[in-house]
């Protein structure tokens, strides 16, 4: 039998812009000949030294490429002893031969990826909500159902599908909400990303989104919830029995309110990384979820906030922090559904209704674009048209008062 070598090497083409994350190839090697298979994952190259280091998946991905080599190393004798020609796509071809046999081989394989993807998570978490809507679905769970009518199936199911709803909530008889554009947006964003990681890898020829551009929409977020400056006192002045999760939901909502960081963000707050210049307590850094950078200075309720623990952010379970805003909303005396991300939303008006330039109002927030932050300015624009409007009414039912 022929001599042959694996080699795990690092982007062969060179084509990895410095700190930038690159492929890692597994290299065959027989009599000098070389042919590479891309093992789908990718680290920088400071994270490769022969082996994955410097990640905290470092144990995860070394544990995944051993257990590849020693499927490719099978390939390669089997091909080896029926005389067959060695290249790369007729490796790849017999490599996923066998798992493409498996049931449900494409929600096997996600649920994989899922494990050493490099990703917050949060994030993570969105993945495998999205297997178990695959598992729902039922018409795409294999490599052979990958296809562009199959997306446009899952398209249309995915728009029948209802937020959860609490046992009060079906008690009392609330009818059901269909989700909302911008999570079935979601859900296809999260599903391409895969495809495009298995057209890589040889799992299937072509992603159909590729052939799908422009086909779905994330849907518009004109009208942003936020709570007016009444209501947010309104919360301020709910003061729960210290040491409950009511009360650190209270505390965690208004710290939100007052520092715009997302709840990950939040529950991520290292004291440590702020510098006080003049009294002030100032940092530059970057979101968890994006990696985007974003400006911070804790204002006066949020320090409040931070010294009612020891100068850290209240830590609470995202689930029961949602739980527990509703308490606080009843306790409070508002309409307006709290939710962790409103405080964000919440944060963002305020501030340009101060006015703080939408510029700033953009870092403040870490957004990767002035975009995202306008649709805050549009909805407090549409406010003042409401205000005008309202004006107008009152004068014109005055001026008709006037000549009866």
Same mark, same amino acid.
């Given at each position: 039998?022929?001599?042959?070598?694996?080699?795990?090497?690092?982007?062969?083409?060179?084509?990895?812009?410095?700190?930038?994350?690159?492929?890692?190839? !597994?290299?065959?090697?027989?009599?000098?000949?070389?042919?590479?298979?891309?093992?789908?994952?990718?680290?920088?190259?400071?994270?490769?030294?022969?082996?994955?280091?410097?990640?905290?998946?470092?144990?995860?991905?070394?544990?995944?490429?051993?257990?590849?080599?020693?499927?490719?190393?099978?390939?390669?004798?089997?091909? !080896?002893?029926?005389?067959?020609?060695?290249?790369?796509?007729?490796?790849?071809?017999?490599? $996923?031969?066998?798992?493409?046999?498996?049931?449900?081989?494409?929600?096997?394989?996600?649920?994989?990826?899922?494990?050493?993807?490099?990703?917050?998570?949060?994030?993570?978490?969105?993945?495998?909500?999205?297997?178990?809507?695959?598992?729902?679905?039922?018409? !795409?769970?294999?490599?052979?159902?990958?296809?562009?009518?199959? !997306?446009?199936?899952?398209?249309? $199911?995915?728009?029948?599908?209802?937020?959860?709803?609490?046992?009060?909530?079906?008690?009392?008889?609330?009818?059901?909400?269909?989700?909302?554009?911008?999570?079935?947006?979601?859900?296809?964003?999260?599903?391409?990303?895969?495809?495009?990681?298995?057209?890589?890898?040889?799992?299937?020829?072509?992603?159909?989104?590729?052939?799908?551009?422009?086909?779905?929409?994330?849907?518009?977020?004109?009208?942003?919830?936020?709570?007016?400056?009444?209501?947010?006192?309104?919360?301020?002045?709910?003061?729960?029995?210290?040491?409950?999760?009511?009360?650190?939901?209270?505390?965690?909502?208004?710290?939100?309110?007052?520092?715009?960081?997302?709840?990950?963000?939040?529950?991520?707050?290292?004291?440590?990384?702020?510098?006080?210049?003049?009294?002030? $307590?100032?940092?530059?850094?970057?979101?968890?979820?994006?990696?985007?950078?974003?400006?911070?200075?804790?204002?006066?309720?949020?320090?409040?906030?931070?010294?009612?623990?020891?100068?850290?952010?209240?830590?609470?379970?995202?689930?029961?922090?949602?739980?527990?805003?509703?308490?606080?909303?009843?306790?409070?005396?508002?309409?307006?559904?709290?939710?962790?991300?409103?405080?964000?939303?919440?944060?963002?008006?305020?501030?340009?209704?101060?006015?703080?330039?939408?510029?700033?109002?953009?870092?403040?927030?870490?957004?990767?674009?002035?975009?995202?932050?306008?649709?805050?300015?549009?909805?407090?624009?549409?406010?003042?048209?409401?205000?005008?409007?309202?004006?107008?009414?009152?004068?014109?039912?005055?001026?008709?008062?006037?000549?009866?």
């Amino acid at each position: 039998m022929k001599k042959y070598t694996l080699t795990v090497v690092f982007d062969h083409r060179g084509r990895t812009e410095r700190g930038k994350e690159g492929p890692l190839e !597994i290299r065959i090697t027989i009599s000098r000949r070389r042919t590479y298979i891309n093992t789908g994952m990718r680290v920088r190259r400071s994270e490769f030294t022969g082996s994955v280091v410097n990640r905290l998946d470092a144990d995860a991905m070394n544990e995944r490429l051993s257990a590849l080599l020693k499927k490719v190393a099978a390939v390669v004798d089997e091909m !080896i002893a029926e005389g067959r020609e060695i290249d790369s796509d007729s490796v790849k071809a017999r490599l $996923w031969k066998s798992e493409s046999a498996k049931k449900d081989a494409l929600l096997i394989w996600i649920d994989e990826q899922v494990k050493m993807l490099p990703v917050v998570e949060g994030t993570a978490k969105h993945y495998r909500t999205l297997i178990r809507r695959l598992e729902e679905f039922g018409a !795409i769970r294999e490599w052979a159902d990958v296809t562009v009518e199959n !997306i446009y199936k899952f398209d249309a $199911w995915l728009h029948t599908l209802t937020k959860p709803q609490t046992a009060a909530d079906i008690q009392a008889g609330v009818k059901p909400v269909k989700i909302t554009d911008a999570s079935v947006w979601n859900y296809h964003k999260n599903m391409k990303t895969l495809l495009y990681r298995a057209e890589r890898m040889g799992k299937i020829d072509r992603n159909p989104y590729s052939m799908m551009r422009n086909e779905f929409k994330k849907g518009t977020k004109e009208n942003v919830e936020y709570l007016t400056e009444e209501e947010m006192k309104a919360v301020m002045s709910i003061r729960p029995v210290p040491g409950t999760q009511m009360a650190a939901a209270r505390d965690l909502f208004v710290f939100q309110m007052f520092t715009g960081l997302s709840y990950s963000d939040a529950q991520a707050f290292d004291i440590s990384k702020y510098k006080k210049v003049d009294g002030k $307590w100032i940092h530059t850094g970057q979101r968890v979820k994006t990696g985007v950078p974003f400006v911070n200075q804790l204002l006066p309720p949020a320090v409040e906030v931070l010294e009612r623990y020891g100068m850290q952010a209240p830590k609470i379970g995202n689930a029961d922090y949602n739980h527990a805003l509703k308490a606080i909303q009843l306790a409070a005396g508002i309409t307006t559904r709290l939710h962790s991300h409103l405080a964000r939303h919440t944060f963002a008006t305020y501030m340009l209704s101060k006015g703080v330039s939408l510029q700033n109002v953009s870092k403040m927030l870490g957004h990767t674009n002035i975009t995202q932050t306008a649709r805050y300015a549009k909805v407090l624009a549409q406010s003042v048209h409401d205000d005008f409007a309202m004006i107008a009414e009152m004068l014109k039912e005055e001026t008709e008062k006037g000549e009866q």
